[in-house]
């Protein structure tokens, strides 16, 4: 990959952009949320780690290495010993600790990548807070590495810290100039679009997706230029740029190709679309099709808030009642990725609940979507619940009106929907 | 006004914490008893520090019932507790955070004055910072809210606009661009206010006058009066002010300065 600066540097010299969380720093003790989310006494042996990767970041540990490997190899062999090897923290974070200790002789990479394991134990411990702090870590560790400043953006953008997403995508999407790392760049830009388009900021998503667009084609990156265009059409969904959207979803399908793994996904997004122009016959059997194929809790949830809302266009009371039952359990698992859903998923269900005058389900979606949707900076949704709910305490349907938005790709599109979910179903995931 | 270059380190005289009396600068340690502990934090300058033990002599596992007290009193001061970072230890670091502590330390990797440098270094002005952030709008980006931290540390120091582009290792002219874009004041007029949040935020304890408030935040009697008369509006006396209607005056300057930035709509 060739380098369009001639200075060595690892990093580029914007001093403001590399300026947090090292050199200045927020309120409250470092890696406190650890305390408060991982239970029992092996909380201060992950924030000791955490610290000493911070620490080690900062320069500290790099000029005196070998200081205290007595201690943290006592501490390791305490550790190993008490917990055995059932607890899959104990190694990721001894391995760990291990390589810090080498001061300057560590391994960047390695302790990015030991960071990230931790982080991985920690989403499957429930504690959110603290994978975080380790996908920072992992960032912190390896700089020049504009992967690990992705990571970190996209965790913090799906817990809805949108404030920080910004900066560590930002970070990422320069890093990865700097380093000539294209693909990089390009999903940071990508992120960074979609990150503005869930805060309503479609002028400046547009303008990144653009950007992340004409990255990938002039790089013949065909895979991410399909994802970004997906992404592309979803925000002319949100604009209501029809014509527009149903043009970029054409060109997605042809640069994903047959039997990508994104298709089925597109595939529903195309059926927002249709939601939006008030299309519900032709909406309903692409989701049912595409349901059994999805198997994450995140992506079923979506597509069983778009039957919901479907059915309830259609005044389909079986199929609305059969589906609320299990979208509305799946609402309430406590995982990132389906927090990361719910604003727009409860606003699909307080339309449909509307649509069939069941009130208080729409009035308890419509309340949980606003409220969810105001923590997470999700504008866009937020105002949709608003209004919602405004109707529905006035005992008004919401459906969108059937009106004549589409344009003249819409046919093809529709065939090419049908094929998709019919001939090639499978599951996968973009950006 | 003059910039402190020291930062006291309060040291509670505990055996635990003898081997950090010899700190480098810019800390200077001075070594007091519970009593005098107290009673010097309470006129402490916010760039001050308190390192305490904070278990009971009798039992390392008991904290001293004076420690929740102390955080209590001195809010404008960070606390930093020594916590051995072992077994049968979580319970009281969480208790100690929950208490309203700014730091604790591995007492085991960290119980030597150069490992504890950095820890010292990093709460340096957090209780301001806290006070500022818990009312600052969210419509402020990262970038900003980095420099309002960082401008939390000057202030904290009596510093001027040159000691926070040090901050960044940059010329003070670039930082006045930073804050031009992403809607804050010219960081003259930053630190001015974040001074005026501090002198009010030290001022809620009722112990201290006006007068060492004042002084407390780098400015004489009368200027604390014009600064407040200048930023927040004139027919109350500092008293009568809190560091919230402060912050609210300040949010009203940055959305209207994000209003002014906003393009214009097409005609």
């Known amino acids: 990959m060739k380098l369009r600066h001639a200075s060595d540097a690892p990093l580029p010299r914007t001093p403001l952009d590399f300026a947090y969380p090292l050199v200045v720093r927020g309120p409250g003790a470092e890696g406190a949320v650890v305390l408060a989310e991982v239970a029992g006494e092996r909380a201060l042996a992950v924030l000791r780690v955490l610290r000493r990767v911070l ?23 305490d550790r190993l010993h008490e917990e055995g090897c059932r607890d899959p923290l104990a190694p990721a974070l001894t391995a760990l600790a291990g390589e810090v200790e080498r001061g300057e002789e560590a391994d960047a990479e390695s302790v990015a990548r030991g960071c990230l394991d931790v982080c991985d134990w920690a989403l499957g411990a429930g504690a959110e807070g603290t994978a975080l702090l380790f996908a920072e870590a992992a960032a912190l560790a390896s700089p020049a590495n504009a992967r690990f400043a992705w990571t970190a953006g996209r965790m913090l953008r799906d817990a809805g810290r949108h404030r920080e997403a910004v900066l560590w995508l930002r970070r990422a999407a320069r890093v990865a100039v700097w380093s000539a790392d294209w693909e990089a760049q390009d999903l940071a830009l990508n992120s960074l679009g979609n990150l503005y388009a869930q805060q309503g900021g479609f002028g400046e998503a547009l303008q990144l997706l653009v950007r992340a667009v004409r990255l990938a084609r002039r790089h013949r990156m065909r895979e991410r230029e399909g994802a970004v265009t997906h992404d592309l059409f979803a925000v002319f969904v949100l604009t209501g740029e029809h014509a527009r959207a149903e043009e970029a979803a054409l060109d997605a399908f042809d640069l994903y190709g047959p039997g990508h793994p994104n298709l089925p996904k597109l595939a529903h997004d195309v059926v927002q679309l249709w939601l939006r122009q008030g299309r519900f016959p032709v909406a309903l059997p692409v989701l049912s099709a595409v349901l059994p194929h999805l198997h994450l809790p995140e992506e079923r949830l979506r597509v069983l808030a778009s039957i919901v809302r479907t059915a309830g266009a259609l005044e389909d009371r ?3 009642e059969s589906t609320w039952i299990e979208a509305w359990e799946l609402v309430h698992l406590p995982t990132a990725e389906v927090r990361a859903t719910l604003p727009g998923v409860l606003v699909d269900l307080g339309y449909g609940a509307a649509s069939v005058k069941d009130w208080d389900h729409a009035a308890a979606s419509f309340t949980r979507a606003l409220e969810i949707a105001d923590q997470m900076g999700a504008n866009d949704d937020a105002e949709t619940a608003r209004k919602g709910l405004e109707s529905v305490q006035r005992n008004q349907g919401v459906e969108t009106p059937r009106r004549k938005t589409s344009g003249p790709a819409a046919h093809r599109l529709l065939h090419l929907t049908y094929a998709t979910v019919w001939l090639q179903p499978r599951n996968g995931s973009c950006e | 006004m003059m910039k402190r270059t020291t930062r006291e380190v309060l040291l509670l005289d505990s055996p635990a914490l003898a081997p950090l009396a010899a700190l480098a600068p810019p800390f200077e340690a001075r070594v007091l008893d519970w009593a005098a502990l107290a009673q010097a934090a309470r006129r402490a300058p916010p760039s001050a520090v308190v390192v305490i033990d904070p278990f009971t002599a009798g039992d390392p596992f008991v904290l001293d019932p004076r420690v929740r007290e102390l955080i209590e009193r001195v809010r404008m001061v960070p606390v930093v ?39 010292l270094l990093s709460v340096h002005a957090q209780p301001l910072k806290r006070v500022v952030e818990g009312s600052l709008s969210r419509f402020v980006s990262m970038d900003a809210l980095t420099l309002v931290r960082a401008a939390a540390e000057v202030a904290v120091d009596g510093g001027t606009a040159l000691d926070l582009a040090r901050i960044f290792d940059a010329r003070e002219r670039t930082v006045a661009g930073w804050c031009a874009r992403e809607g804050l004041p010219p960081p003259r ?28 935040a780098g400015y004489t009697d009368y200027s604390f009066r014009r600064a407040l008369r200048e930023l927040v509006g004139a027919g109350a006396t500092p008293r009568e002010r809190s560091p919230r209607q402060a912050l609210a005056a300040f949010n009203a300057e940055l959305r209207a300065r994000r209003e002014r930035a906003r393009p214009a709509p097409a005609a």
Do not use: M, N
């Not at chain 2, 970072?85 to 030597?112: C, H, K, M, N, Q």
């Not at chain 2, 974040?194 to 060492?212: M, N, Q, Y």
């Open chain 2, 189 to 216: 007029r930053l630190l001015a206010w974040l001074r005026l949040v501090l002198a009010l935020a030290l001022l809620e304890d009722p112990r201290r006058s006006v007068v060492s408030a004042a002084l407390s």
């Open chain 1, 318 to 320: 079986s199929t609305y």
């Open chain 2, 81 to 119: 507790a020594r916590v051995p970072f072992a077994p049968g230890y979580a319970g009281a670091a969480r208790t100690l955070l929950d208490w309203g502590a700014s730091e604790i330390v591995d007492a085991e990797l960290e119980g030597t004055p150069d490992a504890i440098h950095a820890r």
């Open chain 1, 55 to 77: 620490d080690w970041s900062r320069g500290g540990g790099r000029g005196a290495p070998g200081v205290r490997a007595h201690v943290l190899e006592r501490w390791e062999a």
